[in-house]
C-alpha cells in the first residue's frame, strides 16, 4: 500500500503534490511492473476517470494496445468522450450492444471513435472500450496484452471471470466504501466461498492474489474541506483521504434573505458550514413519508428561489446554482417519484431526483438527501448498508442537507444487527450501524428543527 503523510495523521501541504506521488507510483507499477493485477482504492471525487483516461493513454503511448471494462454503457461513453478530448488523434474503438440505441451518438461525431457491436471490427486499435456484460460475449479474439477495470467495486467477482481471458495484466480502479455489486438472487448459499460471484472484483481478486500491489488515491477533488474529513472518518478508516480545498476555497451564498422557515434556517447553516440537518418530528411514516418528501422538495424550491451562488477554485466569479446542479438522494425508488412529484407541484423541473445506487459516480454542487432511516421502525440491514450512506453523503462539491424525521439514534440504539453471523466472510467495516452514528452526531452540530405547517 503506498503511504504518504496526508493519509497518515499528518497535513499536507500541497495536495496536488501527494496525489501526484500517489499517481506516478500507480503507473510505473501498471507499465513497468510484472504482476497480473494492480489495484487502486479510491475515495469520492478522487479522479477515477482522469487516472483510468491518464493509465490508457501512456499504455497506447508505449505501443500497448489495451481493452477497458467499464459496469455501464453511460461510464464507458464518458470514458470514450475523456480520451477523444485529451487526445484526438487516438483511434479508440467503442463495442457495443444489438440494441435499437446502443451508445452516445455524440460519439459518431468524433473522427477518431469507430463504433462496432462486434469486437473483430475494433482489433488493431490502440484503445478498445465496453461493458462488462458485453465483453462477456467476445469470443475468438487474440487477448489484449492490458486492461484496465473502471469501478471495479463495483464489477462483480462471476463478471470479472467471464472476461478474464481477454487480457494478460490489469489495472483495477475502483471506490471501496461505494455500494456493493447489485444481485438480483439470494447470494447466502455463496457466503464466505472464495469464489463467492457475488462478491465484488476486487476482493476475490485480492483474496485469491493478496500480494498484488494495492494503492490508494489521498485527495479528494469533489468533497469540499467541510465534508472530507467526516466522510473519511466514517467510511474509509484505513484509507484515509483529504480535500484538495481548504475552507476559503469554496463559498455558498444567497442573494435573497431568509425568510425564517425551517428550509431557509437549514439552508443558511449549510452554506455557513457545507452540512445541514432538517429535522422533523419523531413519527412513524410509511416509506414515501408525505411531509419529509415536501420538506426535501421545499428545500430544492428554496434553494432557487433565494439565487443560491457558488464560488471555487474553479471560478472566481459567482457561478449561479442552477437546477443541473442540483441533486436529490434517496433510497428507494418510490420515495424518488414521490419527490420528483411533489417538485413538479413546485414548479421545479431538471433537478436530478434518484436513488443512491444511480447516483455513484456523479457531482453537484448541493446536494438534498431523505435520509435513509428516517421514519422507519427498524433499522434493516439495507437502510444500514454503509455504502449506500456513503454515496448519499459524498456527492456535493459546497453542501448537503439531510431531512430527517428525530430519533434515528434512538432507532439505531434499540435494533443492533440480527444478521447472521457467516463463517469465512470478511467483516466490512465500518459497518453501517458505526457509520450512521457517526455521521448523525455530526449533523446533530448542524440542526434545525422545524414541524411542517409552522415558520
Known sequence: MTSDSAVNGRPVSDPGAA??????????????????????????????????????????????????????????DDLVLRLARKEPGLPVGRLHSNDSDPYDKALDDLDNVRTSAKAGDLAGLDVVISTAAKWAHVQGVEPWQHAIVDEAYQMRSDALLAVAGLFERALFVGDPGQLDPFTIVGSEQWAGLSYDPSASAVSTLLAHNPDLPQHRLPVSWRLPASAAPLVSDAFYPYTPFRSGTVADDRRLAFGVPSDGSGPDRVLDEAAESGWGLLELPARHTPRTDPEAVRAVALVVRRLLDRGGAAVSEQSAE????TVGRIAVGTAHRDQAAAVRAALTELGVAGVTVDTANRLQGREYDVTVVLHPLSGRPDATAFHLETGRLCVLASRHRHACIVVCREGVSDLLDEHPSTEPVQLGVTVKFPDGWEANHAVLAHLAEHRVRWEPGTA
Do not use: C, F, W
Not at 496525489?19 to 503507473?27: D, E, S
Not at 504482476?35 to 476517470?49: I, L, T
Not at 483510468?52 to 505501443?63: K, M, N, P, T, Y
Open 19 to 76: 496525489a501526484a506521488r500517489a499517481t506516478a507510483g500507480i503507473l510505473h507499477d501498471t507499465l513497468h511492473g510484472s504482476a497480473r493485477g494492480v489495484v487502486v482504492d479510491s475515495p469520492p471525487g478522487a479522479g477515477k476517470s482522469t487516472l483510468v483516461v491518464r493509465a490508457a493513454l501512456e499504455l497506447a503511448a508505449a505501443g500497448r494496445p489495451l481493452m477497458i471494462v467499464a459496469q455501464t454503457n453511460a461510464q464507458v
Open 318 to 321: 459567482a457561478v449561479p446554482l
